[in-house]
């Protein structure tokens, strides 16, 4: 039940990938990816549904949803929604349950900066730092239950 338009961004072999997507408004198909997806809304609000839990995300959070968890996400408004699909390798010490985390600053720029980069950016290279702090900043994010 994979989403019909990650391709690449669940493919790479790179640890991290980010991708933008603008919503009017609207909701997503219950689906799940084969990556752990950190989704974070650069401005509007979310509601991302699992079976574990309803999480209502404002821009100053994000929801940490597991490697192949069926979610859906439903946008209340106008939504730029912003992803992080880390490998389930590259993130071992991060939660295995769906949770609400704080989005600090310098993570929200990562995400920013990762987004600028080309999808199959050098891994060696600028991008790669940027993704391998990602990472990093990801480690100690603050959970909060479900709504």
Do not use: F
Not at 12 to 30: F, M, Q, S, W
Not at 62 to 90: F, K, Q, S
Not at 114 to 139: H, K, M, W
């Amino acid at each position: 039940m994979a989403c019909c338009h990650d391709g690449e961004y669940q493919t790479l072999p790179h640890p991290v990938t980010a991708k933008a997507r603008n919503y009017t408004g609207g909701e997503t198909p219950i689906h799940s990816h084969p990556r752990a997806q950190l989704i974070y809304a650069g401005s509007g609000v979310m509601r991302v549904e699992t079976e574990a839990g309803n999480w209502v995300v404002p821009p100053v959070r994000g929801v940490w949803i597991p490697a192949n968890t069926p979610h859906r996400v439903i946008m209340l408004g106008p939504v730029e929604m912003r992803t992080l699909y880390i490998r389930t390798d590259a993130a071992p010490g991060l939660p295995d349950n769906c949770c609400l985390l704080e989005v600090s600053p310098l993570l929200r720029a990562l995400i920013l900066a990762l987004i600028d980069e080309p999808l199959n950016y050098d891994q060696q290279g600028r991008a790669g730092q940027i993704a391998a702090l990602a990472l990093t900043e990801c480690q100690p994010l603050r959970h909060r239950h479900p709504a």
